[in-house]
């Protein structure tokens, strides 16, 4: 009651709270967890974009592939052209470090908007955690001329460049 009346709308904060409380879970490593967590909230309010992307990311981590295909397919039905459920999808994979699979992911949410930085600064991380130094260079550039002002693309464009200067030797 006393939520409702300094937001207006006591619903939308529990959405927003949940999706909180899940993306939790999931950097903790425990999509079942944060599954459980929206899973009330999908029930009540199954048109809820950032609900919908936070399952899709959440079947990813499970590995339910045909549920995950099916989740996008939902989104993508609401919301034409979004990336954001890709982007969802991408950023979870990505920090638990099944990086072939996230970068296509983020590829993707990419293609969608090319004008939307996040889906570029999310791969170049990804590109340079996984080594291929190239193609992080190639992301963060893009990102950074997309949003010159994000600090986070800027810290890491800089650091791939230093590090492209160094010699590589293997053995």
Not at 72 to 96: C, H, M, R
Not at 118 to 128: H, Q, S
Request: charged share 25%; net charge negative.
């Amino acid at each position: 009651d006393q939520l409702k009346r300094f937001t207006g709308d006591a619903d939308a904060v529990g959405a927003q709270s949940a999706i909180i409380r899940a993306t939790a879970w999931m950097r903790q490593n425990d999509p079942f967890l944060a599954a459980d967590e929206i899973a009330p909230l999908l029930e009540r309010y199954p048109r809820h974009r950032d609900l919908l992307a936070l399952h899709a990311a959440t079947l990813a981590l499970q590995w339910r592939t045909p549920e995950l295909d099916e989740a996008l397919a939902q989104f993508d039905a609401l919301s034409p052209g979004s990336p954001d459920a890709l982007l969802a999808v991408g950023k979870a994979l990505a920090e638990v470090r099944q990086y072939e699979i996230a970068a296509d992911y983020l590829e993707r949410a990419s293609a969608r908007q090319p004008n939307l930085p996040a889906p570029l600064i999310e791969l170049g991380l990804l590109e340079l955690q996984s080594g291929r130094d190239t193609r992080a260079l190639d992301a963060l550039r893009r990102a950074a001329q997309l949003d010159p002002f994000n600090t986070r693309a800027a810290n890491s464009l800089s650091l791939i460049e230093e590090l492209l200067t160094y010699e590589t030797v293997e053995s």
